[in-house]
């Protein structure tokens, strides 16, 4: 058998452990690193105080290319969210739920937080707005024997009538109805995200045996009542939607299924 000694009593077993001890530190401060690379150095919740690092696993900054030309990005370079919020906790401690003070659908609270994403469309592989009117989308439309949305009554928790549906938005990358455009009884035309519309209608067996199925067509959301549509966050520009007026929209019509009716936000039990 042959000499595995390298010097003296130190052979290629004690070798192999040691690289694969000094790899496998490596490994671990690389990986540690790597998760602090975003979303970090931590902040005391309710000061705002930098909390202090840890030696050798703060890792540096994370930068990322946008796409369509619009630059970099990077997260640690933007200032800290404003803690100034329309609420309280409910008592001095880190992780006190909070309060609301006002309206926590428009001030942005629990279920109807929001990120405050970036303030212009989002866009499809070729540089076109990703979310517009099915009138201004390339060559996408309701299937004939579906149910047109347009022109149906909307109907909102409280069972009471909040507008008609003005048009459709499409998602030109998925090829999918995201928004429902309503007018209000007001006017006011809003959107409302597909998710929380059941579109009620006639179904094709329905229209063969019409004792089957005599529902009359119309949308029903459930999320908001029909005097709280006027408040859905408006858009700045028409027939374009941002990507962070989407966020807004999306919290408002979430934020309603804790605070639209002050039944809703007490306990179950």
Known sequence: MGNTYIAGVFDVAELSFILFFIFFVGLVVYLNRESRREGYPLEHEQSGAVQPGVPLTDGTKKTFKLPHGRGTYTPEDLPRDPVNIAAKQAFGAPG???????????????????????????????????IVPIGNSHEIEIAPKDQNPVGLPVYAADKKLAGTVSDVWVDQ????IRYLEVTTNSGKKVLAPMFVCAVQGKSWLGGIMPIVDDQVPLIDIDAIRADQF??????????????????????????????????RAEPWL
């Open 230 to 263: 006027d408040a859905v966050p408006e858009l700045a520009i028409p027939g374009q939607i941002t990507r962070l007026e989407e966020d807004k929209i999306m919290a408002y019509y979430g934020g309603g299924y804790m605070y639209a009716t002050p039944e």
């Open 173 to 176: 990358s998925e090829h999918i």
């Open 96 to 130: 006190a739920p909070w309060v609301p003070t006002g309206n926590p659908m428009a001030d942005g609270l629990g279920p109807a937080a929001y990120a405050n994403r970036n303030d212009y469309p989002d866009l499809t592989f070729d540089g076109r707005p990703r």
